[in-house]
């Protein structure tokens, strides 16, 4: 296997796995740390106003650390894509690099609308 072969395969593993990892992280509420406008970063996972309060008032910002922790969970994934055997590569579907990302948009749209109720 050379590189570009393996690199092609990190990278259709990666973006399916990204999207996946990172609904998982949204909904489970998993950040690696939490942004706060005033103190920059902190790096105790996904904490609310409730438990640190900010100086000027500014909510806190979980995106960043969903973004890593599924940034961190698509890289494990994509390596291991490498080291997939080539006679299993039949088996997989090509179609799913675009259907996965599609399905956790719409599972982020649906996730999001109740807090869009209030």
Known sequence: ?????????????????????YVSAFKQDIAMFTVYPTRLLSFKTTQYMQDVTSANGLPAMHWYGWMATAALGAIII??????IPDRWLPWIWQGWVWLIPLVAMLMCVYFTLPMLRN
């Not at 994509?78 to 080291?83: K, T």
């Open 1 to 21: 296997m050379n590189a570009s072969h393996a690199f092609r395969r990190f990278a259709f593993a990666f973006g399916p796995a990204f999207a996946v990892t």
């Open 78 to 83: 994509g390596v291991f894509a490498i080291l």
